[in-house]
C-alpha cells in the first residue's frame, strides 16, 4: 500500500503558485520523498526529491516539515502545461539493494485559465 | 542526453498470445524497473533488474516475465495474453538502484490492447 495520502483533486489559476500537499506520517528516518506527475497517457515525470531539507529546482520547490509527515510541492507560477495527476511518493527499500516506488491515486490538478 | 525509449509506442494482440516490449535506459544507468498502470488499478511495480539479475518483483503472475541484457536494456515478456493485461506499461531506469535517492526516470510507455 501508498504510504502517502493526497487530496484527490485541486484547481489552481493560471500564474498563481499551486501548492500540493501530502501526508506521509509513517515515513522512516532514511525514505526519501519524490514528487512525480503524469500528463495523460505519458510517462511519469520526475519533478523534485528530499529527505528533510527544503529543495528548489527549476520545476518545483519542495517543503517538509521538520517531523517529516508532511510535505508540500509548490509550482511557483502554475502554467495550463502543468495541468497533470502529481503523485507524492515515500521510495522504499524492498531488499537486496532494491528500492521501489509505490504510487498512490496522486492529487488532479487543474490549471485555470 | 536522450532519456528512456521503449519499443513499440503502441500494440494490438488477441487473448492467449504472447507480447515482448523492450526499454532501452538512459545511457549508463543500469537498474531498469518496469511498471503496469490500469485504469482500475493504477501504477504497480512488476520487477526491477539491475546487472542483468532480477533483484525485486511486485505481485504479478509468473506469466509476466523479463531480462536485462549486458548493455542493460531490458525487456518483459507476458505470455498467453488476458484482457485484464491491456494497460499502459512503463519502464524506468536509474543509475544502481542502491541508494535512497537514486532517482527513477520513466521512458513515454507502451500502451498495450488486447482483444
Known amino acids: 500500500d501508498a504510504k502517502t495520502t493526497q487530496p484527490p483533486s485541486m484547481d489552481c489559476a493560471e500564474g498563481r503558485a499551486a501548492n500540493l500537499p501530502c501526508n506521509h506520517s509513517?515515513?522512516?528516518?532514511?525514505?526519501?520523498v519524490y514528487w512525480y506527475r503524469q500528463i495523460h497517457s505519458q510517462g511519469p515525470q520526475y519533478i523534485i526529491h528530499g529527505l528533510k531539507n527544503n529543495e528548489t529546482n527549476e520545476m518545483a520547490s519542495l517543503i517538509i516539515t521538520e517531523d517529516r509527515k508532511s510535505s508540500t510541492l509548490i509550482l511557483p507560477h502554475a502554467t495550463l502545461r502543468d495541468t497533470a495527476v502529481y503523485y507524492c511518493i515515500v521510495r522504499l527499500y524492498s531488499g537486496a539493494g532494491s528500492y521501489q516506488l509505490t504510487f498512490g491515486k496522486g492529487t488532479k490538478l487543474s490549471v485555470i485559465p | 542526453k536522450a532519456g528512456v525509449t521503449q519499443t513499440p509506442r503502441y500494440l494490438i494482440k488477441t487473448r492467449g498470445q504472447q507480447v515482448t516490449l523492450s526499454c532501452s535506459p538512459i545511457s549508463g544507468h543500469r537498474s531498469v524497473s518496469w511498471y503496469q498502470q490500469t485504469p482500475g488499478q493504477g501504477l504497480q511495480f512488476l520487477f526491477e533488474?539491475?546487472?542483468?539479475?532480477?533483484?525485486n518483483k511486485g505481485n504479478f503472475p509468473g506469466r509476466f516475465s523479463g531480462r536485462q541484457f549486458s548493455n542493460s536494456r531490458s525487456e518483459m515478456n507476458v505470455s498467453t495474453l488476458e484482457l485484464g493485461d491491456s494497460a499502459l506499461y512503463l519502464c524506468?531506469?536509474?543509475?544502481?538502484?542502491?541508494?535512497?535517492?537514486?532517482?527513477?526516470?520513466f521512458g513515454p510507455g507502451t500502451r498495450l490492447t488486447v482483444l
Open positions: 524506468a531506469s536509474s543509475w544502481t538502484s542502491g541508494g535512497a535517492s537514486d532517482t527513477q526516470y
Open positions: 509513517t515515513i522512516s528516518g532514511n525514505e526519501y
Open positions: 533488474y539491475f546487472s542483468e539479475t532480477q533483484r
